[in-house]
């Protein structure tokens, strides 16, 4: 899981299991962000946004976040 949710931007996972992550918006564009860590990254953008997440077993997972 991701959190905090909502965030003011720094987001942490508690899976060192990622792999990969895309970030988009509700409109489907893509959005840019930064890694602080293997378990942080940060949004600059504000709004609501969909994570997804893919781990190393290749599963997939979509998470809702709101960045403020």
Known sequence: PIFPNPSNGNVFFNN???KEIKITDITG???NFDWLSNSQIFISQKGCFILEITDK??????EK???F
């Open 65 to 67: 976040l709101v960045i």
């Open 16 to 18: 060192d299991n990622i």
């Open 29 to 31: 564009k893509k959005i």
């Open 57 to 62: 077993n290749n599963r997939k997972k979509a």
